[in-house]
């Protein structure tokens, strides 16, 4: 067999419609995995899994919010009565631009919910399920859990806590066979930052992408299939040795901007 293949593994991934999530989805597929795809937004999910569908590979998709608890939990044990879990990616979570002055407790609220809530609700849902089984559950952190970043304050509060999360799992399910390790991605190319863009400097888009992009040592922004890969890995037999770690995919970002 090829390396890294998730052939007979269903996993599930949160916020795979779009991004990165998206393309966790369609790697996973392609390596053999039954891929759910847990997500809010229908329009995008149904147009995913019928695109991926096309092309041969096996995914599905639930719409849900991953900040409700009795949600998440009915329907992981709905699909845990028909297939084993064995991955689950906490890719889902939103994004906020501030300092602590214009950070609103709305707006923290907002991010708690869905970035850390999110995170908890989706790995107490599953955790029973992968204990004795080899479950492998991988976080989606962010360089804004390690170092900071100018007005980010509720975007770093969240994602130093899925860090931290990915630690704390690791340590207490290693005797009973689960892995968890988070990864930590730099600015990456998605429809998302092309909307922040288009939004945020209309007259200037071109030279604000370019900005962004060469905050990153190597002079680009990451691509979705790069965190993919990292992520395809993790969830391999091959990384069978690896827990409780952190991997930046950063272009250098935290150890070269010094």
């Known amino acids: 067999m090829k390396p890294f293949q998730l052939t007979h593994k269903t996993a599930l991934v949160t916020g795979g419609a779009s991004g990165i999530g998206r393309a966790i989805a369609e790697t996973f597929a392609k390596n053999g995995a039954r891929v759910v795809i847990l997500d809010f937004n229908e329009t995008q999910a149904k147009e995913v899994v019928e695109a991926f569908k096309a092309e041969g590979l096996e995914l599905q998709y639930i719409i849900c919010d991953v900040s409700k608890a009795e949600e998440i939990q009915q329907i992981v044990d709905d699909i845990a009565s028909q297939n084993k879990i064995d991955i689950l990616v906490n890719n889902a979570g939103v994004a906020h631009v501030g300092n602590i002055e214009n950070t609103t407790e709305a707006d923290l609220d907002r991010i708690y919910s869905i970035n850390i809530k999110g995170v908890y609700n989706c790995v107490k849902a599953v955790i029973k399920h992968m204990k004795g089984n080899n479950g492998v559950i991988i976080n989606m952190a962010s360089i804004a859990s390690s170092v900071g970043i100018s007005d980010r304050f509720a975007y770093s509060m969240s994602k130093g806590a899925v860090l931290t999360m990915t630690y704390s799992i690791a340590k207490d399910y290693v005797d009973q066979g689960i892995r968890c390790n988070s ?67 950063d272009g250098g970002f935290i150890k070269l901007n010094g």
């Open 183 to 249: 990864i930590s991605p730099a600015r990456v190319h998605t429809p998302f930052v092309d909307g922040f863009i288009a939004k945020n400097y209309p007259d200037n888009q071109k030279e604000m992408f370019e900005k962004l992009s060469k905050t990153q040592p190597l002079g680009r922004m990451g691509k979705p299939a790069e965190i993919a890969h990292l992520a395809l890995y993790l969830a391999s037999d091959e990384a069978s040795f690896i827990t409780g770690t952190d991997f930046p995919i």
